[in-house]
């Protein structure tokens, strides 16, 4: 395992979707108040450890879980549907609900949760999408696994009250490159982290 450039990679990568945390709940400091304490980052219903066999965990036996869609395709309809619902649940002002397109340890995907929840409990809602995927395109699977690449501009939104009023702005976040690396569960595709860089100029 390469410990010293994937380690400060990973932090740095990390440390971008930390800042779009911060920029976009306008927390500031705080941000352990996003996480169930105590908690597996995060604890959802129907997440499993990986390893498993259990229903939803991702298979053990080398081969395609049965009766799922393993192609290209349907890893590149999971990347959308995470980010998708991310948007939806920000502007419903709700929790997202993860738990169909990523798997319990993703840990930037909890990131993104605990945006929403912040939101919901500031009583807030996004005025419009603020994830928006361009370019995606799965890579040739390996086992198990494959990974998808996107393009990813985090656009400026505004936050609304529960009357509609304007009550502060989400500024944007230069535009990045992602790889979103994917396990094959029982279920179908589901992402174990999401990886991040500043695009090419």
Same mark, same amino acid.
Do not use: K, M, W
């Given at each position: 395992m390469r410990a010293g450039n994937g380690s400060s990679r990973y932090a740095a990568r990390l440390g971008v979707v930390i800042a779009m945390l911060v920029i976009l709940t306008g927390a500031g400091c705080g941000g352990d108040? #996003? +996480?169930?304490?105590? =908690? /597996?980052?995060?604890? $959802?219903?129907g997440s499993q450890n990986r390893g498993t066999a259990v229903s939803g965990g991702p298979s053990v036996s080398g081969s395609a879980p049965g009766s799922v869609d393993d192609t290209?395709?349907?890893?590149?309809?999971?990347?959308?549907?995470?980010? #998708? +619902?991310?948007?939806? =649940? /920000?502007?419903?002002? $709700?929790?997202?609900?993860i738990a169909p397109t990523a798997l319990g340890g993703?840990?930037?995907?909890?990131?993104?949760?605990?945006?929403?929840?912040?939101?919901?409990?500031?009583?807030?809602?996004?005025?419009?999408?603020?994830?928006?995927l361009s370019d995606v395109l799965a890579r040739p699977r390996a086992g198990l696994v494959t990974e998808v690449d996107f393009t990813v501009r985090t656009r400026a939104v505004?936050?609304?009250?529960?009357?509609?009023?304007?009550?502060?702005?989400?500024?944007?976040?230069?535009?990045?490159?992602?790889?979103?690396?994917?396990?094959?569960?029982?279920?179908?595709w589901r992402i174990q982290t999401l990886r991040y860089a500043p695009a090419q100029a």
């Open positions: 108040q #996003h +996480e169930p304490s105590g =908690a /597996a980052i995060p604890a $959802r219903p290209p395709a349907a890893a590149t309809r999971t990347v959308e549907g995470y980010f #998708h +619902e991310i948007n939806e =649940a /920000a502007r419903a002002g $709700r929790v997202a609900v993703c840990q930037p995907c909890a990131l993104d949760v605990g945006v929403t929840r912040s939101l919901q409990q500031r009583g807030l809602r996004a005025d419009g999408p603020a994830y928006q505004g936050l609304l009250d529960p009357a509609g009023r304007r009550v502060s702005d989400a500024p944007a976040v230069p535009t990045r490159v992602g790889t979103a690396e994917l396990s094959l569960t029982d279920h179908g």
